[in-house]
């Protein structure tokens, strides 16, 4: 695939023709839309594009992927703008992220078995904050189906892939480790590195795992299961990072970095969905706009405290000025999901642009 500068076009992503495109035109459209809907429709456009070598030129063409070169926890990706775990949930469109101009994205979260996640509907956009609203429940095909998908999906080379690994909802305490052990084991082979979510506010249990010593006793059986799985299948050492979410306190925050530090992981991803503040019984998880400033907080916190520790900044980054701010504050990298919903991908290059020369 290739990368570059931005060619001449008057709808290039980069001369400001396709943001005004997307939100004057294609936005007000999709908008008409239920928000589940299109994005299931989105998911399959984009599944059936990247089946054709020339649909993938075009579009590599069309929005011209900004290649800056990082290497983060052993892993050299072309640019620092990642595609957040949520979008992707099922790894079926892990070739055409590279044509979009992402330099990494973040397939889940996926638990062990298939789930069906909460009934619809269960995903609302909140447009006057540019914000999403979710009550999915970690819906997912389970492990199996996604190493199924992403073995169609990666067929002849991709960008760097994280896979998010999560429990099934009715997951036994006590038992959490043992299943997101044989989620590793599955997934192996087809993930660059490994995002383990238990932060999702719409899985009770969750809110559980985010107890300092529940942390340790889990991350420490994955790291040791890695090294293991490493070492059967010869290959290097894939990077194992813990997602937290915006709702703990800075203590909390600190107590479950500290336990995962202890535990030997490679690094963080702040934050995640929150609670959502607007609703009386606070149903559903917030993501977008709203979500930055407490983003920013957590990355400045524990960059403070664990200088060394690779943090990836997941929350309200939206604009090329506010991923620069993650940067500033100490994160290595960037991830975006909601963005795209109200931004459109053209918002790929503009932030991956800003951030080329960040050092």
Known sequence: MRYGQPQNSLLNTQNGKFPMLYRLILRPILFLFDAEWVHDMTIALCGWLQKSPGALRVLSWYFHPVYAPVEVMGITLPNRVMLAAGFDKAGKIANIMQALGLG?????????????????????????????????????????????????????????????????????????????????????????????????????????????????????????????????????????LLKLAPDLSDEQLLDCVEAAVRADIDGVVLGNTSKNPHSVDAVGALSGHSLFDRMLEMVRLVHTTYPTLTIIACGGIDSPE???????????????????????????????HRLAHYR
């Open 322 to 352: 506010r991923a620069e701010l993650a940067l500033a504050a100490g994160a290595a990298l960037v991830q975006i999901f909601t963005a795209l919903v109200y931004k459109g991908p053209g918002i790929i290059r503009r932030i991956a």
């Open 104 to 240: 990494s994205g973040v397939v889940g979260s996926v638990p062990l078995r298939a789930q069906p996640g909460n009934p619809k509907p269960r995903l609302k956009r909140v447009p006057r904050r540019d914000d999403l609203l979710n009550h999915m429940g970690c819906n997912s095909p389970g492990a199996f189906a996604v190493r199924d998908n992403l073995e169609e999906a990666r067929r002849g080379g991709s960008i760097p892939v994280g896979i998010s690994l999560t429990c099934n909802t009715d997951t036994l305490h006590g038992q959490e480790a043992t299943n997101l052990l044989e989620s590793l084991r599955i997934l192996y082979l087809l993930g660059d590195f490994f995002e383990v979510n238990i932060s999702c506010r719409n899985t009770p249990a969750h809110r559980y795992l985010q107890n300092p010593l529940v942390i340790e006793k889990v991350l420490r059986a994955l790291v040791e299961r890695e090294k293991e799985l490493a070492h059967r299948h010869g290959v290097q050492h894939k990077p194992i």
